[in-house]
């Protein structure tokens, strides 16, 4: 199966960059399909950035779009986000997940992360 390991959570600046990494230490992606999801405080799990395996087509939230790039590195098994232009409204619990779909609606995933928080503060 596949199992997904985060890294990069952490304090950052407002305004400032970030990066986070999610590896896959479980099975090869077949037709796979990654996205990042994030979880404010208080609030509800909400989808950030995907990217697809076919042609690796990207779709962001309309609160990212323009800051935020998602990215793979299929050699690697990691999924990225890098994040610039920082927000305190940012600060969340950031989940990567996988979905077994060339061309997915990001609707459903199959498996996830643990979990990294990024705080935004200065």
Known sequence: QVRLVQSGGGIVQPGR???LSCQNIGRDLDRDSLAWFRRIPGG???FVAG????LG???YADSVKGRFTISRDDA???VYLHMESLK???TAIYYCAVVYSATP???QMDYWGEGTLVIVSS
């Open 17 to 19: 960059a970030h990066r």
């Open 44 to 46: 509800e799990r909400e």
């Open 51 to 54: 990217i697809s395996w076919l």
């Open 57 to 59: 087509a990207t779709k």
């Open 76 to 78: 690697l098994k990691t």
């Open 88 to 90: 305190p409204e940012d």
């Open 105 to 107: 609606d990001y609707r």
